[in-house]
């Protein structure tokens, strides 16, 4: 259950409980004093042995000692002077006061808290620590997940100011292995979308069901890890919090997979009923124990072998050491995520800048030739940004025996970037097919060994560039233009630069099912070219 008022909340200025204060539970349970010494001197794979078996899940302040052991480990700027500050943020903002009013927090979505069974002075404890992190991470503007892990981890914490310390841990972690907290709106978009991705490799037949409904699939997707952190029962949702706390963000995804594939199982029988997949999903996960313990669950979310990078995708990269005069690091992070799999596991290096080895194209393919794939980012003169995902080496461009000077698979794509709001990748090529045919019927010496169908394009195929691994040809330049074109070439440009790399414009183009990616003609303010830090050695995706 939640509770929700959108307006406004009303706060008491109480100082909040403490458990067991009075008590030496220790000596009341003995083999829990056994167990909480068993933990501290536990190295971390030992740790997370026993978090997946539900080692310290009993008694209640067994769990309480072993998630500050725990979070006490976290590699985070976050110290116990926290604690302080926690006291000093609400005299500043609740004062003496008995009751004061105040507005949600903006990371926090319609001002939902999931109850998790507090009482009153609990959920009071819960917006005032909540208020007191917006206060004191002003950047962190989208994480709905923050209220359910404060509702969690009061449960287990000696006063508000511990579960204040507990939250900033996990807000400001610095384990370059691990991640705990989403801080905007397009990192978790981009983590939505990496989901996205695993559900449509591990659990197949779930898209099938709900695109033949016509229901919207990333609107389905969208609330994956609300399942957990709003919908899963009390008792389930602190055994996932268990291993959570130990091995961060992927814990999240491989429960979320499993509950999906439990799901499919369960809605196969009636999906001629479902009028809501998304409503029918939550119930589901709501009343989870009607089909699966809890050790099931985890059972099979450990069944589930993700790559071993995949769930740091988008924040695989040292950003302390990322710069770029055309995206921000969070825009960078979520174009990375949109790239294939295979290569988006490693981090981007940038091989050209405008800004720094000037406007030549000789420049430019002396420094992108031998790489591949690339990404394109350019920002005009009226700060619009747009670019484009190359997959293929440029060096190709002089490779043609018949004298065609188009190159690229159909995994390339383009995309826009707006007022950091707005990111998405365009199109997936529904009408490249015939255009491969006429390009066919020209170059007889060529076959394609590859067939591939594409469904009318939706929006959780756009934003998950699910492109056609298809043999044609996308991109053309030569020293005097640079662009990328359809293959048929008579459909518009999508992209098309100058040699001077001063100007350029952009044309909708069928291909990619993009409309101009900025104001037709434009200048250019800066341009870059990232490639990938290592090399991958990899099938080729069609046989030639």
């Known amino acids: 259950m939640t509770i929700s008022e959108v307006d406004n909340w009303e706060i008491s200025s109480s100082l909040g409980m403490k458990y067991g204060q009075y008590v030496d539970w220790e000596k009341i349970d003995p083999e829990a004093a056994t167990r909480y010494g068993k933990i501290l001197s536990s190295d971390h ?120 310390h507990s939250i900033c841990s996990l807000v400001s972690y610095t384990d370059p292995k691990k991640h705990y907290i989403d801080r905007t709106f397009l990192t978790s978009r981009a983590l939505c979308m990496t989901f996205g991705d695993l559900a449509n490799k591990y659990c197949r037949g779930i898209r099938k069901l709900i695109a033949s409904s016509h229901q919207n699939l990333f609107e389905f997707y969208s609330d994956w890890i609300m399942w957990i952190f709003a919908d899963l029962p009390f008792t389930y949702a602190i055994r996932v919090l268990d291993v959570y706390l130990m091995e961060g963000y992927k814990v999240l995804y491989r429960v979320a997979l499993a509950l999906l594939s439990f799901y499919k199982v369960c ?28 050790d099931a669950l985890l059972q099979r979310a450990f069944s589930i072998q993700l790559p071993t990078r995949v769930c740091e995708v988008v924040y695989s990269m040292d950003f302390r050491a990322f710069r770029s005069s055309v995206v921000t690091e969070t825009e960078m992070r979520v174009i990375w995520a949109w790239i294939p799999e295979r290569f988006a596991l490693f981090s981007p290096v940038q091989l050209f800048s405008t800004n720094i080895h000037g406007r030549s194209l000789f420049s430019f393919y002396s420094k992108v030739e031998g790489h591949d794939p690339t990404v394109l980012l350019l920002k005009t003169e009226d700060e619009e940004i747009c670019g484009a995902f190359l997959s293929s080496d440029w060096a190709q461009k002089n490779c043609d025996e018949k004298g065609f000077k188009f190159f690229g698979t159909g995994e390339c794509f383009v995309f826009t970037v707006s007022n950091v709001q707005c990111c998405r990748s365009l199109g997936c090529l529904t009408n490249v097919i015939p255009l491969i045919r006429n390009k066919l019927s020209q170059t007889k010496d060529m076959s394609l060994h590859h067939s591939a169908h594409c469904q009318p394009s939706n ?11 298809v043999s044609c040809f996308f991109i053309f330049n030569d020293m005097k233009v640079c662009g990328l074109y359809p293959a048929g070439g008579d459909d518009g440009h999508a992209l098309h630069l100058q040699a001077d790399l001063t100007a350029g414009s952009s044309e909708h183009c069928d291909t990619f099912e993009s409309p101009p990616l900025c104001k037709g003609c434009f200048k250019i303010q800066s341009l870059e070219v990232w490639g990938i830090q290592h090399s991958l050695s990899v099938p080729p995706l069609l046989s030639q």
């Open 267 to 294: 809605v196969s029988s009636r999906v001629a009923h479902v009028d809501d997949f998304r409503q029918d999903m939550k119930s589901f996960v709501q009343n989870v124990g009607r089909h699966s313990t809890i």
């Open 459 to 469: 929006s959780w195929q756009e934003m998950m560039r699910h492109f056609l691994l």
């Open 45 to 164: 794979y030992e740790l997370k042995a026993m978090g997946r078996t539900g080692f310290w899940s009993m008694p209640h302040t067994l769990r309480a000692k072993a998630y500050q052991h725990i979070i006490h480990s976290i590699e985070s700027t976050s110290t116990t002077a926290d604690l302080d500050t926690y006291h000093g943020i609400v005299r500043k903002l609740f004062g003496e006061l008995q009751t004061s009013t105040h507005p949600f927090p903006k990371f926090m979505e319609d001002g939902e808290i999931p109850r998790y069974c507090l009482n009153k002075a609990g959920l009071n404890s819960v917006k005032k620590i909540l208020i007191c992190i917006n206060h004191h991470f002003p950047d962190v503007s989208f994480c709905p997940i923050l209220s359910a892990l404060v509702s969690l981890l009061l449960h287990f914490s000696e006063d508000e100011a511990q579960c204040f």
